[in-house]
């Protein structure tokens, strides 16, 4: 099923769509937020890429239409490695979790000096 992403980077906001089964192309978000050259889904590297790749979270389409399909998850894992401040932001959000502090987990993001990785996600319905 389609699902539409909007995420929002240091002031800029984009939405992406998945393909049918609910992967996105990691390269959309790259090239949306003009990212550098080193945080193209190409260099990614490290444990976390190789786990979300062996789990089917992350496919890789070589050739000509080049592309890195990842599942929801593996786009937050992806987004940690790109932003620090996210990755801070989800640190801080699951340990207001694990606290008991589900108020606390919901409001990390949402502070007015946080200028970090902010993702909504909506499930398309299509009538066919």
């Given at each position: 099923m389609k699902q539409?992403?909007?995420?929002?980077f240091n002031n800029t906001t984009a939405t992406i769509t998945s393909d049918d089964e609910g992967m996105l192309d990691l390269n959309d978000?790259?090239?949306?937020?003009?990212?550098?050259?080193?945080?193209?889904?190409s260099q990614w590297r490290?444990?976390?890429?190789?786990?979300?790749?062996?789990?089917?979270n992350l496919q890789f389409i070589r050739g000509r239409n080049a592309k890195t399909l990842a599942t929801l998850e593996a786009l937050y894992a992806y987004a940690m490695w790109v932003d620090v401040e996210f990755y801070?932001?989800?640190v801080e959000a699951f340990a207001a979790l694990t606290r008991g502090e589900p108020e606390e987990a919901?409001?990390?993001?949402?502070?007015?000096?946080?200028?970090?990785?902010?993702?909504?996600?909506?499930?398309?319905?299509?009538?066919d």
């Open positions: 539409e992403v909007t995420l929002t978000i790259w090239r949306a937020f003009d990212l550098k050259a080193s945080q193209s889904p490290g444990k976390t890429k190789e786990h979300l790749a062996s789990t089917a801070m932001v989800v919901l409001e990390t993001n949402s502070k007015p000096d946080s200028k970090s990785l902010t993702i909504l996600t909506n499930t398309l319905v299509h009538n």
